[in-house]
């Protein structure tokens, strides 16, 4: 394998001494990784192109975009034409409360919508040569203190099922000679959107104590690092099977408080009962609750170095 960049480096300056330039087709591309995964692509010379129910509503860096509503059938088969990697980030998002309907949209999103993306690179006439399929860290269930790694097996919940789900339609993909990688990802950091944008508003009022009684592991990446993650992935053609795209140093949640609370200057010592978490949000509030201390074994074992791997560092970067 190359020898990955430094740490240190930002994400488009990561080129030197690369393969040609590649086309890189983004499921998701209008949400919040799938941007900057787009950014980062178009930096380092690569060209993006993206999946949408509306692509018209895809802008720059997409270069080419593509109609389609993934739990309606196939991709369209001109999407495949000049793709050499897919990257499949859509998904129906895990906030909010759980009803029936809720959960039947995060179960079909992800595997009807992978099932279907597989069939189309199935009757592709050029197919790519990768498929960076996201799965997420719910694959392992709720497990208190183990320290998990690629090689462990799945929870039994109701994410564990669906993220087993999930990884079983894009590996069908292997079998039509497609390098595959399922990323397990765990909570994304980024200022602008996702868990971290929630969580700032309670935090500066001081609202930002533990969820629960706080013991419980939380496993997180900076969306730089994730981004850089998913690059390294499309470019490292040994790189397969499940990657845990976590950062090294995973923390309990009262540490999460602790330290999101000091670097913005507030106390952090209002909690928020697991009662009262049940009550506001019902089955979805034992994602909050849940204990999932997650490592990145395989990345670390081929080289792959981190920007951000502890918390107090991305932190401080994003605040």
Same mark, same amino acid.
């Given at each position: 394998?190359?020898?990955?960049p430094a740490s240190g480096t930002a994400v488009g300056d990561e080129v030197?001494?690369?393969?040609?330039?590649?086309?890189?087709?983004?499921?998701?591309?209008?949400?919040?990784?799938?941007?900057?995964?787009?950014?980062?692509?178009?930096?380092?010379?690569?060209?993006?192109?993206?999946?949408?129910?509306?692509?018209?509503?895809?802008?720059?860096?997409?270069?080419?975009?593509?109609?389609?509503?993934?739990?309606?059938?196939?991709?369209?088969?001109?999407?495949?034409?000049?793709?050499?990697?897919?990257?499949?980030?859509?998904?129906?998002?895990?906030?909010?409360?759980?009803?029936?309907?809720?959960?039947?949209?995060?179960?079909?999103?992800?595997?009807?919508?992978?099932?279907?993306?597989?069939?189309?690179?199935?009757?592709?006439?050029?197919?790519?040569?990768?498929?960076?399929?996201?799965?997420?860290?719910?694959?392992? =269930?709720?497990?208190?203190?183990?320290?998990?790694?690629?090689?462990?097996?799945?929870?039994?919940?109701?994410?564990?099922?669906?993220?087993?789900?999930?990884?079983?339609?894009?590996?069908?993909?292997?079998?039509?000679?497609?390098?595959?990688?399922r990323l397990r990802i765990g909570l994304v950091l980024a200022r602008e959107?996702?868990?971290?944008?929630?969580?700032?508003?309670?935090?500066?009022?001081?609202? =930002? =104590?533990?969820?629960?009684?706080?013991?419980?592991?939380?496993?997180?990446?900076?969306?730089?690092?994730?981004?850089?993650?998913?690059?390294?992935?499309?470019?490292?053609?040994?790189?397969?099977?499940?990657?845990?795209?976590?950062?090294?140093?995973?923390?309990?949640?009262?540490?999460?408080?602790?330290?999101?609370?000091?670097?913005?200057?507030?106390?952090?010592?209002?909690?928020?009962?697991s009662f009262a978490l049940k009550l506001a949000l019902g089955e979805f509030?034992?994602?909050?609750?849940?204990?999932?201390?997650?490592?990145?074994?395989?990345?670390?074992?081929?080289?792959?170095?981190?920007?951000?791997?502890?918390?107090?560092?991305?932190?401080?970067?994003?605040?």
């Amino acid at each position: 394998m190359k020898t990955p960049p430094a740490s240190g480096t930002a994400v488009g300056d990561e080129v030197a001494a690369r393969a040609p330039h590649k086309t890189v087709l983004i499921s998701g591309a209008s949400g919040l990784v799938g941007g900057h995964l787009a950014q980062a692509l178009s930096a380092r010379g690569d060209r993006a192109q993206g999946y949408s129910r509306s692509p018209s509503r895809l802008g720059a860096p997409i270069s080419a975009g593509f109609a389609w509503d993934p739990q309606q059938g196939p991709p369209p088969p001109e999407s495949f034409q000049d793709a050499d990697a897919i990257v499949h980030l859509a998904g129906e998002t895990v906030q909010g409360r759980w009803t029936a309907a809720k959960k039947a949209r995060i179960r079909d999103s992800r595997v009807v919508g992978t099932r279907n993306l597989v069939a189309g690179i199935e009757r592709a006439e050029r197919r790519p040569k990768t498929l960076i399929c996201a799965s997420a860290i719910g694959y392992y =269930g709720d497990r208190g203190e183990q320290g998990l790694t690629e090689q462990d097996p799945p929870g039994d919940d109701f994410l564990a099922e669906v993220c087993r789900g999930w990884e079983r339609e894009a590996q069908a993909a292997e079998e039509l000679g497609v390098r595959v990688v399922r990323l397990r990802i765990g909570l994304v950091l980024a200022r602008e959107g996702g868990a971290l944008k929630e969580m700032l508003l309670p935090a500066k009022l001081g609202a =930002g =104590g533990p969820l629960g009684g706080g013991k419980q592991w939380w496993s997180w990446i900076h969306h730089r690092d994730l981004i850089r993650l998913m690059l390294w992935a499309i470019d490292e053609e040994g790189v397969a099977g499940p990657l845990n795209a976590t950062a090294p140093n995973p923390v309990r949640q009262r540490e999460f408080a602790d330290l999101l609370g000091a670097q913005l200057g507030r106390p952090s010592f209002l909690p928020a009962p697991s009662f009262a978490l049940k009550l506001a949000l019902g089955e979805f509030s034992t994602e909050l609750l849940s204990s999932k201390r997650v490592l990145p074994a395989a990345a670390q074992a081929a080289g792959f170095r981190f920007d951000f791997p502890t918390l107090r560092a991305a932190l401080r970067d994003l605040l």
